[in-house]
């Protein structure tokens, strides 16, 4: 999704992601986000936690990485105030507009990453 709104990566593409809200587990929140933002509709046992990364951002921040298997709905734009665009990208061939982040973590496959916290 092409960011918009937020004053973090703004224009941007990145993942559909949120912050996990009190009470809620990260697979909850995946499936959460994924029918606010996108709407599509995602069981929880169609998600394989796929990575781990400890990232500098604005502040420091823990991010999961899920992928799914299955899911159904199609993909729109569900929160126009913060993304102005979905794209399809190849994962071997991102754009060169993407989070600077987003690349690695998909790399990650099931590992932990530290990103951003060089020099």
């Given at each position: 999704m ?57 502040e ?8 799914a ?29 993407v ?21």
């Amino acid at each position: 999704m092409r960011r918009a709104g937020s004053g973090y990566g703004d224009g941007l593409l990145a993942f559909p992601a949120g912050h996990v809200d009190r009470g809620e587990t990260p697979t909850q929140c995946v499936v959460r986000e994924a029918a606010e933002e996108i709407g599509v509709r995602i069981a929880a046992d169609a998600l394989k936690a796929d990575g781990v990364m400890f990232r500098q951002s604005q502040e420091p921040r823990v991010d999961f990485f899920f992928a799914a298997d299955r899911w159904s709905g199609e993909p729109t734009i569900r929160e126009p105030h913060k993304c102005t665009e979905l794209v399809w990208a190849d994962p071997k061939n991102l754009p060169g507009d993407v989070l600077d982040f987003v690349g690695r973590a998909m790399a990650l496959t099931g590992r932990y990453d530290e990103f951003g916290w060089d020099g």
